[in-house]
């Protein structure tokens, strides 16, 4: 009797685990969280301070990816957001820059412009945008195709390619108008004259003059920031009206020297009011309370205007940090008790990772420097001048990557190939140049590791330059204060990849992974379709 009995709790036991795993076949909501401008290294530094459940909960209760990598250049916000949605590189999915010179029209677009759409709240000047420049499906669109559309996706970030890259193509994206403190979106989202009440409402709280009417101050004495650099130093950028980049910020009175609106995406506040969108967004569209699985694309600008201005080693990017991790906290917590414990997952990564400054490094006797793109600019002229003659052979040097007059070199009857390799060879002479290839190289060869093999992966047939330069080590485009991205080297390429919530069970790997492979393992998860550009694997530590 005792054995029949411990054989039907058994059996019952059995069918009600399936019929558990059958009700949470997929999580509610999914949220991906870009960080713009995020080291991984940041995840160890800062650890002393951070809570418990923000960025914790990758490290001790998700599963992390200690190597994630981008694997191509250039290293910038609009192709980041785009390889990491895509699950493929600027090569295929067609998002080369941020901005990049069109040969055919002549000159420079930018990623996320769209003539042909007009603005829905906000501003006229910031309203014609949406993804009609990204070339390929992302995991957004295949999520809404495998559910007839019923699936919800909304993109929210304050720069709007962080909101409308990652929305795909079938999304809703909402980005923050500098102009006039509002959440705007485009008449390719939503054709009605006017927002959806939700954002209306919100827009009417008015809370960036809330934010703005703050001090920003760091939260522990500033003298415990022993893991940054002095806050007084020679390395950082200024805001206007300030002398020295130093603690406290008083906002109100910087705001009219510095943006407006615009201000507050120089500052945490910039994050805090991201996710006081993202809250309103899952309240008025019901994200994850549905029957279907949502997804909500979360980028956070702040960090990047933030490291921009004061780099990496400064107080001021600690004291984000540490503050965008008590935000996150308070976030998880909300989704807890709004969407369920165990019922939505989400992954943390960033668009490109940030170099020292180099007047820091070099002040260190680091080899570092400077590198100015407007010598370079003049001095390429004059050489084509003197090689070939007078003529517009040069039409743009921007992203390190220069674009010569291919139908002038045809009407002279000069040898292009050759030409390039020219310039290729000229621009070896200058300081701080430590490769240069060719878009022949680029074409007819197939690198499979190094720059070269990061180059090809980031060079689209159509709209990539003639010839493609790699600076060296710690060499930068930019002045004495402050720093940028956009190599191939690792403190630009090395970003957090991790998982955490439904499906996700605890632990590691230093496996090499690339940022590409994060849409390819979310469609495992989600049993959809890959991204139809995909170039990234399943991460096999996460799906299997």
């Known amino acids: 009797m005792r054995k029949s009995m411990a054989l039907l709790i058994l059996i019952l036991g059995i069918q009600f685990a399936g019929l558990t795993q059958t009700q949470s076949e997929k999580p509610k909501l999914v949220v991906g969280i870009i960080v713009d401008q ?35 250049i250039p290293t910038y916000t609009g192709p980041g957001h785009a390889s990491v949605y895509t699950g493929t590189t600027p090569a295929t999915h067609g998002i080369i820059a941020n901005e990049w010179y069109n040969r055919q029209l002549g000159k420079f677009v930018y990623c ?33 195709f495998a559910t007839a559309k019923r699936a919800k996706v909304v993109g929210i970030a304050i720069k709007d390619r962080g909101a409308s890259l990652p929305a795909g193509h079938t999304g809703d994206a909402y980005w923050y108008d500098s102009s006039n403190g509002e959440f705007m979106t485009s008449t390719y989202y939503y054709s009605a004259e006017t927002l959806p009440k939700w954002v209306s409402d919100f827009n009417a709280k008015k809370i960036p003059d809330s934010y703005l009417k703050q001090t920003w101050n760091p939260l522990f ?140 490094m070099v002040s260190e006797r680091v080899p570092a420097g400077n590198f100015n793109s407007g010598m370079l600019s003049g001095q390429l002229k004059g050489f084509a001048m003197a090689m070939y003659g007078e003529g517009n052979w040069v039409l743009s040097y921007s992203n390190e990557q220069i674009f010569l007059n291919k139908d002038l070199a045809k009407e002279k009857k000069i040898d292009f190939v050759q030409m390039q390799r020219d310039f290729a060879d000229f621009v070896l002479r200058f300081r701080g140049v430590k490769e240069a290839y060719t878009a022949t190289d680029l074409r007819s060869q197939e690198f499979t590791k190094s720059r070269p093999h990061l180059l090809q992966m980031g060079y689209n047939h159509k709209a990539s330059g003639d010839v493609l330069l790699v600076l060296e080590p710690a060499w930068l485009t930019g002045g004495q204060r402050g720093t940028t991205h956009g190599s191939g080297y690792s403190y630009d390429t090395h970003v957090p990849i991790s998982f955490y919530g439904w499906g996700i069970k605890p632990g590691q790997s230093s496996e090499y992974t690339t940022v590409t492979d994060i849409a390819p393992t979310l469609a495992i998860l989600l049993k959809i379709k890959f991204p139809n550009g995909t170039t990234g694997n399943p991460i096999r530590s996460i799906v299997q």
């Open 38 to 72: 995020m080291r991984q290294e940041y995840l160890y530094r800062f650890k002393d301070r951070f809570v418990e459940g923000g960025f914790k909960r990758f490290s001790e209760q998700g599963f992390m990816l200690t190597n994630g990598h981008y694997n191509y």
């Open 112 to 144: 996320a412009e769209d003539s042909t759409v007009s603005h829905v709240g906000g501003t006229a000047e910031n309203g014609k945008i949406s993804p009609r420049n990204l070339l390929t499906t992302s995991i957004t669109d295949e999520l809404r």
């Open 221 to 360: 004495p500033i003298t415990t920031y022993k893991n940054s650099l002095p806050d007084d130093n020679a390395f950082e950028g200024m805001f206007v009206g300030k002398t020295s980049p130093t603690f406290p910020y008083h906002l109100d009175s910087l705001k009219s020297s510095n943006g407006g609106y615009g201000l507050i995406s120089s500052t945490p506040y910039g994050n805090s009011l991201t996710l006081d969108f993202s809250y309103a967004a899952i309240e008025g569209e019901k994200l994850g309370q549905r029957d279907e699985t949502d997804f909500l694309a979360v980028s956070f600008s702040s960090p990047d205007y933030i490291g921009h201005r004061f780099g990496p080693s400064s107080v001021e990017v600690e004291d984000n940090y540490l503050r965008l991790d008590q935000e996150l906290a308070k976030f998880f917590d909300y989704l807890d008790q709004k969407i369920g414990k165990g019922q939505y997952l989400v992954f943390l990564s960033a668009d490109h990772a940030v170099a020292e400054v180099p007047a820091y």
